[in-house]
T-cell receptor
Framework: SQTIHQWPATLVQPVGSPLSLECTVE??????LYWYRQAAGRGLQLLFY??????ISSEVPQNLSASRPQDRQFILSSKKLLLSDSGFYLC????????????FGEGSRLTVL | AQKVTQAQTEISVVEKEDVTLDCVYE???????LFWYKQPPSGELVFLIRRNSFDEQNEISGRYSWNFQKSTSSFNFTITASQVVDSAVYFC?????????????FGTGTRLKVLA
């Protein structure tokens, strides 16, 4: 069966520090991968998605970047965090078909102080 | 524009009451998919249902039912005889198909509180 795992689960970082959140998927190949952010009391905002290794589409220009160094690995990064980067980050995957349900990871809660 | 609107920010009901969560979507694509997800306090989103734009049949799964109406661009979700365990944030999502996008567009969610 397929599983998705992201880490760390909780992170407290000072403003200006770097960030790296990692997500891996097991049990499937060539998944579409996604990073969403959920700010407190807000909906899910699509940040990045990827349909293949090295292929990243950015939805919201901001302080973050994403990379996909391997087929089932998706990394969210920042060189210098801002207070506004605080939130709940969710990684998700879907099958290679254009449509299908999204499967979400457990989420990473980031607090920038 | 591709958009999902969940106008109800928060709903509180007493256990055993029925409750309907509204979802209105916008898309120019003639083919699209609609989803509902549940986010319990743990945070992880749980898939509930997927519907394609050509299938307007209502669906029932236990205490859950979904009403899809293309004429009003709505995909509403009803919980019958609500239970405390139904307390969660519920998200409606849209995936446009014609444009070849792989994006899933989510609404802002509705927080449901079921009181014992």
């Amino acid at each position: 069966s397929q599983t998705i795992h992201q880490w760390p689960a909780t992170l407290v970082q000072p403003v200006g520090s770097p960030l790296s959140l990692e997500c891996t998927v097991e049990g499937t190949s060539n998944p579409n991968l996604y990073w969403y952010r959920q700010a407190a009391g807000r909906g899910l905002q699509l940040l990045f998605y990827s349909v293949g290794i090295g292929q990243i589409s950015s939805e919201v220009p901001q302080n973050l970047s994403a990379s996909r160094p391997q087929d089932r690995q998706f990394i969210l990064s920042s060189k210098k965090l801002l207070l506004s980067d605080s939130g709940f980050y969710l990684c998700a995957w879907s099958g290679r078909r254009v449509t299908g349900e999204l499967f979400f990871g457990e989420g990473s809660r980031l607090t920038v102080l | 524009a591709q958009k999902v609107t969940q106008a109800q920010t928060e709903i509180s009901v007493v256990e055993k009451e029925d409750v309907t969560l509204d979802c209105v979507y916008e898309t120019r694509d003639t083919t699209y998919y609609l989803f509902w997800y549940k986010q319990p306090p743990s945070g992880e989103l749980v898939f509930l249902i997927r519907r394609n734009s050509f299938d307007e049949q209502n669906e029932i799964s236990g205490r859950y039912s979904w009403n899809f109406q293309k004429s009003t661009s709505s995909f509403n979700f009803t919980i019958t005889a609500s239970q405390v365990v139904d307390s969660a944030v519920y998200f409606c999502a849209l995936q446009p198909f014609n444009s070849g996008t792989y994006k899933y567009i989510f609404g802002t969610g509705t927080r449901l509180k079921v009181l014992a």
